[in-house]
């Protein structure tokens, strides 16, 4: 992708849903130098351009925009200054993206540019609504119609009676023009009952659909509040939505849901959370930072057992072995112990497999399953990688069955600093469920917000806590745990989330 001349991609970022994005998307992304995005663009999508700098050049109706031909030029500046650039769009960039325009402006000035095509939301919003916009039998044909006003053009953009009668008509950026869209179909001779759809943020968590027909999708919209983003869709299929709703009958729709974990390990948390339908706000309230230091003294293979609380202490021990020029062979005769099943996972990666995994992952059985599976603890070497943080029961019991016990402080939980405008965005989101997965994560969280704000997101959310430690952090906070899972993992967590939102939705009907 270098090019000593530069080189411009038109990326469709796709209508939301991070996961739409193409594989091409994000190989063009990994490789940008600059990229400038739109509004509309997922902000999760810029972590792939970790080595690029990010400019907002997005616009929206009735707010500040970049002016199109300041973008057309910083496309030519970047790009003749031998930048791989990256123009970053909604949707797909042919689709009422603009992305035309600014193909040609690259094409007059002999720019190397390429297109990379994207999930546009005029199929993908209607079929996460429920809603196929052709079907065999019902619609063969599709019209995708944009519902602005152009000032330039006067009144309308499209002659709605050169379209046919049939089919399904997809309007974008029309809720602001509704009523006229409503008339102009009814003025073409649409039938009055004819099902239509208003879906708004489709593919994001918070997408809302308002369903109704030619003569009462208007107030339909009203009654439910819909906003832009928004688009329209006309048709006999809209009415498939009734038993098609596959996106909004998950069954953490709409559920508002914090999540504490560090930057690092927040993904595989959300991933899981957005699945199963919530909307999540990213609020790490730790960091993790291996500690570089010649510790362990001895080598990992005089010692009898190796015990891992969690993946950071995996990570520790592999950046450790790393810097050794050591592989998984230096461990072998060493039985490993991992908490959790992540933290399994992980030693597999590296071909490891563990020897033992407590079935309940905290301290008290850590040392049970541990005992257990030694026999007699009396001379064996057990090192423990943990971090700056960690409590000492479990060390200090072993001790106490004769086993020698190195501690290794092998990583440090810092807490991050929380911008101002990150916890007034929190703090007016009003989540529903805050999740917190240690002790760490509880204080910090505490830490960051003033006894105001703290005491706004307690007023509306209840909490989550990962297991009994977490859970008593939770209490000397001077906050509740409403949920908590009896196995102390993410999967566990998710599922106690899931299983106390529907018991309380149910009690609610």
């Given at each position: 992708?270098?090019?000593?001349?530069?080189?411009?991609?038109?990326?469709?970022?796709?209508?939301?849903?991070?996961?739409?994005?193409?594989?091409?998307?994000?190989?063009?992304?990994?490789?940008?130098?600059?990229?400038?995005?739109?509004?509309?663009?997922?902000?999760?999508?810029?972590?792939?351009?970790?080595?690029?700098?990010?400019?907002?050049?997005?616009?929206?109706?009735?707010?500040?925009?970049?002016?199109?031909?300041?973008?057309?030029?910083?496309?030519?500046?970047?790009?003749?200054?031998?930048?791989?650039?990256?123009?970053?769009?909604?949707?797909?960039?042919?689709?009422?993206?603009?992305?035309?325009?600014?193909?040609?402006?690259?094409?007059?000035?002999?720019?190397?540019?390429?297109?990379?095509?994207?999930?546009?939301?005029?199929?993908?919003?209607?079929?996460?609504?429920?809603?196929?916009?052709?079907?065999?039998?019902?619609?063969?044909?599709?019209?995708?119609?944009?519902?602005?006003?152009?000032?330039?053009?006067?009144?309308?953009?499209?002659?709605?009676?050169?379209?046919?009668?049939?089919?399904?008509?997809?309007?974008?950026?029309?809720?602001?023009?509704?009523?006229?869209?409503?008339?102009?179909?009814?003025?073409?001779?649409?039938?009055?009952?004819?099902?239509?759809?208003?879906?708004?943020?489709?593919?994001?968590?918070?997408?809302?659909?308002?369903?109704?027909?030619?003569?009462?999708?208007?107030?339909?919209?009203?009654?439910?509040?819909?906003?832009?983003?928004?688009?329209?869709?006309?048709?006999?299929?809209?009415?498939?939505?009734?038993?098609?709703?596959?996106?909004?009958?998950?069954?953490?729709?709409?559920?508002?849901?914090?999540?504490?974990?560090?930057?690092?390990?927040?993904?595989?948390?959300?991933?899981q959370l957005e699945a199963l339908g919530a909307s999540v706000f990213e609020f790490p309230t730790i960091d993790i930072g291996l500690v570089d230091s010649d510790e362990p003294a001895s080598a990992f293979s005089d010692f009898d057992w190796i015990v891992l609380?969690?993946i950071n202490g995996a990570d520790a021990l592999f950046a450790r072995m790393d810097r050794l020029g050591q592989d998984a062979r230096m461990l072998a005769g060493v039985r490993l112990c991992a908490i959790g099943s992540a933290t399994a996972a992980r030693l597999?990666?590296?071909?490891?497999?563990?020897?033992?995994?407590?079935?309940?992952?905290?301290?008290?059985?850590?040392?049970?399953?541990i005992v257990e599976a030694a026999e007699s603890l009396d001379g064996k070497r057990i090192l423990l990688p943990r971090s700056d943080l960690a409590p000492g029961f479990l060390p200090d019991e072993l001790r106490k069955r004769g086993a020698e016990v190195t501690?290794?402080?092998?990583?440090?939980?810092?807490?991050?600093?929380?911008?101002?405008?990150?916890?007034?965005?929190?703090?007016?989101?009003?989540?529903?469920?805050?999740?917190?997965?240690?002790?760490?994560?509880?204080?910090?969280?505490?830490?960051?917000?003033?006894?105001?704000?703290?005491?706004?997101?307690?007023?509306?959310?209840?909490?989550?806590?990962?297991?009994?430690?977490?859970?008593?952090?939770?209490?000397?906070?001077?906050?509740?745990?409403?949920?908590?899972?009896?196995?102390?993992?993410?999967?566990?967590?998710?599922?106690?989330?899931?299983?106390?939102?529907?018991?309380?939705?149910?009690?609610?009907?």
């Amino acid at each position: 992708m270098d090019s000593p001349s530069g080189i411009v991609y038109l990326v469709g970022a796709g209508p939301g849903d991070p996961g739409l994005l193409t594989l091409r998307g994000k190989e063009c992304l990994e490789q940008a130098d600059v990229v400038l995005y739109d509004a509309l663009v997922n902000p999760r999508l810029l972590t792939y351009a970790s080595r690029a700098s990010c400019e907002f050049v997005g616009k929206r109706a009735g707010k500040t925009r970049t002016p199109q031909e300041e973008i057309n030029q910083r496309l030519v500046d970047y790009a003749q200054a031998g930048k791989v650039v990256v123009r970053l769009k909604g949707g797909d960039p042919f689709v009422f993206g603009r992305g035309g325009e600014e193909a040609e402006v690259l094409a007059e000035q002999d720019i190397p540019f390429e297109v990379v095509p994207g999930i546009t939301a005029g199929i993908a919003a209607p079929a996460y609504a429920g809603i196929p916009v052709t079907h065999r039998g019902v619609a063969t044909s599709l019209s995708i119609i944009t519902g602005h006003r152009d000032p330039t053009l006067g009144e309308t953009t499209v002659d709605l009676s050169a379209l046919a009668q049939e089919g399904t008509l997809v309007f974008y950026m029309g809720v602001g023009n509704l009523t006229r869209v409503v008339d102009e179909l009814r003025r073409i001779g649409r039938d009055r009952a004819t099902p239509m759809a208003v879906i708004e943020r489709g593919t994001w968590p918070e997408q809302r659909t308002a369903l109704g027909t030619l003569d009462t999708i208007v107030a339909r919209c009203q009654q439910v509040g819909i906003e832009p983003p928004a688009l329209i869709v006309a048709g006999e299929v809209a009415r498939l939505r009734e038993r098609l709703n596959w996106f909004e009958s998950r069954p953490l729709y709409g559920l508002r849901v914090a999540v504490t974990r560090s930057q690092a390990h927040v993904s595989g948390l959300t991933a899981q959370l957005e699945a199963l339908g919530a909307s999540v706000f990213e609020f790490p309230t730790i960091d993790i930072g291996l500690v570089d230091s010649d510790e362990p003294a001895s080598a990992f293979s005089d010692f009898d057992w190796i015990v891992l609380t969690s993946i950071n202490g995996a990570d520790a021990l592999f950046a450790r072995m790393d810097r050794l020029g050591q592989d998984a062979r230096m461990l072998a005769g060493v039985r490993l112990c991992a908490i959790g099943s992540a933290t399994a996972a992980r030693l597999e990666q590296r071909f490891l497999h563990v020897d033992l995994m407590p079935e309940r992952y905290d301290a008290e059985h850590t040392l049970s399953a541990i005992v257990e599976a030694a026999e007699s603890l009396d001379g064996k070497r057990i090192l423990l990688p943990r971090s700056d943080l960690a409590p000492g029961f479990l060390p200090d019991e072993l001790r106490k069955r004769g086993a020698e016990v190195t501690e290794w402080i092998a990583y440090r939980t810092i807490p991050p600093e929380a911008s101002p405008e990150m916890i007034a965005a929190l703090v007016a989101w009003q989540p529903q469920v805050v999740t917190f997965t240690s002790g760490s994560t509880v204080r910090n969280f505490c830490a960051a917000l003033s006894e105001t704000e703290l005491a706004d997101i307690a007023a509306h959310a209840d909490f989550a806590a990962i297991g009994p430690v977490t859970a008593k952090a939770v209490a000397d906070a001077g906050l509740n745990t409403s949920i908590q899972p009896e196995q102390h993992d993410i999967p566990s967590l998710v599922a106690a989330i899931r299983d106390w939102h529907m018991a309380r939705t149910n009690g609610s009907d």
